[in-house]
């Protein structure tokens, strides 16, 4: 399991003052605001800053950090990544599952056989599941994320087992 959750990549600045634009990669735009604090990824080394005022603009966040006041310092963080220390995050209900912990789970099938690794997770527009990208040697297998096909996880062993209903195959 990763210590750290990326939840997002300065693209740009914004201003003179020292305000960035973010991609956010969070379920939600303002999930930013929940935190006081980040971690930004620069030359491989996570510095900690101090988030100190957050505005929107279309499907981007812009974030002023204390002690960044000026374009030219906020330059320096275009492209880095913003991460969250995992300990910093809710407690998922059960059953739900941090996406970056489901990638790379040996896939098996309820019969015991590995059908491959899982690969992709896109979430569904209407929001009801997920859709599961699994690599088998043969191809890609698009499974639905619903109880009927997803029989267990167990993210400390690198295990998903599965169900195939008619047609998933």
Do not use: W
């Not at 913003?82 to 896939?107: A, W």
């Not at 088998?136 to 009927?148: S, W």
């Not at 267990?152 to 008619?166: A, F, G, R, W, Y």
């Amino acid at each position: 399991m990763q210590d750290y959750f990326e939840i997002g990549q300065i693209v740009n600045t914004s201003g003179l003052n020292g305000f960035v634009k973010v991609n956010l990669f969070t379920d939600s735009l303002t999930k930013i605001e929940e935190f006081e604090k980040v971690l930004i990824e620069k030359d491989k080394k996570l510095i900690e800053y101090e988030i100190e005022k957050v505005r929107y603009n279309k499907n981007q966040a812009l974030i002023k950090f204390k002690g960044i006041d000026t374009i030219e310092a906020a330059e320096t963080f275009r492209n880095c990544f913003l991460k969250v220390h995992r300990s910093s995050e809710k407690q998922l209900p059960e059953d739900t599952y941090y996406i970056v912990d489901l990638i790379g789970l040996d896939v098996y099938l309820d019969t015991g056989e590995k059908l491959g690794t899982l690969k992709e997770v896109f979430p569904v527009a209407s929001g009801n599941h997920d859709i599961y990208v699994v690599k088998t040697e043969e191809k890609d297998v698009l499974l639905p994320a619903i109880g009927d096909v997803i029989k267990e996880v167990n993210i400390e062993e690198n295990k998903m087992i599965v169900h195939l209903l008619n047609g998933l195959v």
